[in-house]
């Protein structure tokens, strides 16, 4: 398995309309990337909403090479182009990795 963290960061009165996130954009990233092995994504928001961090989402891949066909996809356009309707952030992505 490989994981990529999207971290939204800002404070109380940067736009991010959680609705929208979690009803439209999960499953428009989950319809676009599944086919290309993404396996689940999960999202957590910080209990402080000072400044720092808005939302997290834990996209859990297959394997690497799924995370690179699902960047590379079709769809990707579509999933960036939907970001402004939920937020004006501009996400942050992390490859997570095991401590060895």
Same mark, same amino acid.
């Given at each position: 398995?490989?994981?990529? %963290?999207?971290? %939204?960061?800002?404070?109380?009165? #940067?736009?991010?309309?959680? +609705?929208? %996130?979690?009803? =439209?954009?999960?499953?428009?990233?989950? *319809?676009?990337? @599944? *086919? =290309? +092995?993404?396996?689940?994504?999960?999202?957590?928001?910080?209990? /402080?909403?000072?400044? +720092? #961090?808005?939302?997290?989402?834990?996209?859990?891949?297959?394997?690497?090479?799924?995370? @690179?066909?699902?960047?590379?996809?079709? +769809? #990707?356009? *579509?999933?960036?182009?939907?970001? @402004? =309707?939920?937020? /004006?952030? #501009?996400?942050?992505?992390?490859?997570?990795?095991?401590?060895?």
């Amino acid at each position: 398995m490989a994981v990529v %963290y999207i971290t %939204y960061s800002g404070d109380e009165s #940067t736009r991010f309309d959680r +609705g929208y %996130y979690r009803n =439209h954009h999960l499953p428009l990233v989950m *319809q676009c990337w @599944k *086919q =290309h +092995g993404l396996e689940s994504l999960s999202v957590l928001y910080p209990e /402080d909403l000072g400044k +720092g #961090t808005i939302a997290i989402c834990e996209c859990k891949f297959r394997d690497d090479a799924a995370i @690179k066909a699902s960047f590379e996809s079709e +769809g #990707t356009p *579509q999933v960036m182009a939907d970001v @402004k =309707h939920f937020t /004006d952030v #501009t996400p942050t992505q992390t490859r997570a990795v095991p401590l060895s």
